[in-house]
C-alpha cells in the first residue's frame, strides 16, 4: 500500500480494514479478487441476485464509469480511487448497470454479493455512515461534472479539468505525469482535437509548460480567469 492508513479518511480506512476482512474470511470461496489489470472491465451479471458490490483498493485512479453518447463520443460518468465503491450498491438494485467500469491501472478488488454487502451495512453503523460520505461525495463529483457539461464550453472544461488534476509540488502547481489528451477528451467529454488546441493556445500564452515529464501550471489564477 502506497500510503498510510494514518493519512487517509475514515470512511476509506473502514472500507479498507472491511476488504481486507473480507480477503482472510472469503479467499477460500472465490470472493476475493486479488487484481484487475488494465483494460479489464466488471462484470454486468444477469441475475440481480449475483449483482456484486465491489471495493477498489488502487494505487491512484483504479477505474472508470464510460458511456457512449449519442454523437458515438466516449464520455467519463465517474472515477474510481482508492477505497471507493462501484456496482449494485443493494440486491433492490436490479435494473441494468448504464455504463461500463473499466480498469485504468492494475487494481486489487474486493468483491461482494449485494445482499451480503447491505447485511453489512445494516449489521455495522460505521460501514454505513462510510458508505453514506462515499456516495455523497460520488454524487457530488458527477452533479460537478454534469454543471461544468452545461455551463462552460470545452475549452472551458479543458482548463477546468487541468486546475482539478494539478497538485502542488515544491511551490508550484504540476500534472504528473503529463495527461494524454485523448483520456483527457473522455473525462470531459469532447474531442482529442479540442483539448489539443486549447492546451496548445495555453502554452502560446505561457499559462502552462512541459517540464522534465510534468506539465506546469506557471499561472492558475489566469487559468481560472478564462475558464
Known sequence: RQRSQDHQPAERRNIDRLAERRQTDDAAAGRFDSAQPKGAKGDKPRDPEAERHIVVNAHHIGAQALVYG?????????????GDLFGAITALDSGPQAADVVAVETLRAALFLSADFLALIEAHSAVGLAVSRLLLRQLRSATGRMVERMTLTAAG?????????????DGRRVIRPIPVWSALAVRIHTSRETVSREVSKMERLGQIRRED???VLVSPRRIEADI
Open 213 to 215: 515529464g510534468v506539465l
Open 70 to 82: 449519442v454523437d458515438g463520443q466516449l464520455a467519463m460518468v465517474q472515477e474510481y480511487g482508492d
Open 157 to 169: 472544461r479543458t482548463r477546468a479539468e487541468l486546475l482539478r488534476m494539478a497538485i502542488d509540488e
